[in-house]
Nanobody, 115 residues
Framework: QVRFVESGGGLVQPGGSLSLSCVVS????????MGWYRQAPGKEREWVAD???????HYSDSVKGRFTISRHNAGKTVSLQMNDLKAEDTAVYYC?????????WGQGTVVTVSS
C-alpha cells in the first residue's frame, strides 16, 4: 500500500509563495507518475499537476505558469513550488499517483491565501 505524507502548507498573502513536499512510501517510486491535487472548501478535489518518471510535467490551466512540480527520486519525494498565489488557490493539497491509479489519500496540507 502506498502512503503519502504532505507538508509545507500555511497562511500566505496573495502574491506570495509556498513550497509543498510529499514523501511517498512506494517500492517503485522511480517508475511512477506522481501528481498533486487540491480540494477547496465546498468543492470537489481537482487535479493540479503531475510529473512522469522521466520528469515531464503537466499543469492545470488554473496554475500553469505559477506552480512548478518536481520530484527527487532518491528521497522519494515530490514537491510543488507555488508562486503568485491567489485567494482561489486556498485548499487542502494532496499528492497521489496519476489520475488513473489513485490510491488512498494522505492527510493533505492546508494552504490558505488571504490578506
Amino acid at each position: 500500500q502506498v502512503r503519502f505524507v504532505e507538508s509545507g502548507g500555511g497562511l500566505v498573502q496573495p502574491g506570495g509563495s509556498l513550497s509543498l513536499s510529499c514523501v511517498v512510501s512506494h517500492k517503485w517510486f522511480n517508475a511512477l507518475t506522481m501528481g498533486w491535487y487540491r480540494q477547496a472548501p465546498g468543492k470537489e478535489r481537482e487535479w493540479v499537476a503531475d510529473v512522469t518518471r522521466l520528469g515531464n510535467t503537466h499543469y492545470s490551466d488554473s496554475v500553469k505558469g505559477r506552480f512548478t512540480i518536481s520530484r527527487h527520486n532518491a528521497g522519494k519525494t515530490v514537491s510543488l513550488q507555488m508562486n503568485d498565489l491567489k485567494a482561489e488557490d486556498t485548499a487542502v493539497y494532496y499528492c497521489n499517483l496519476d489520475r488513473d491509479h489513485l490510491n488512498a489519500w494522505g492527510q493533505g496540507t492546508v494552504v490558505t491565501v488571504s490578506s
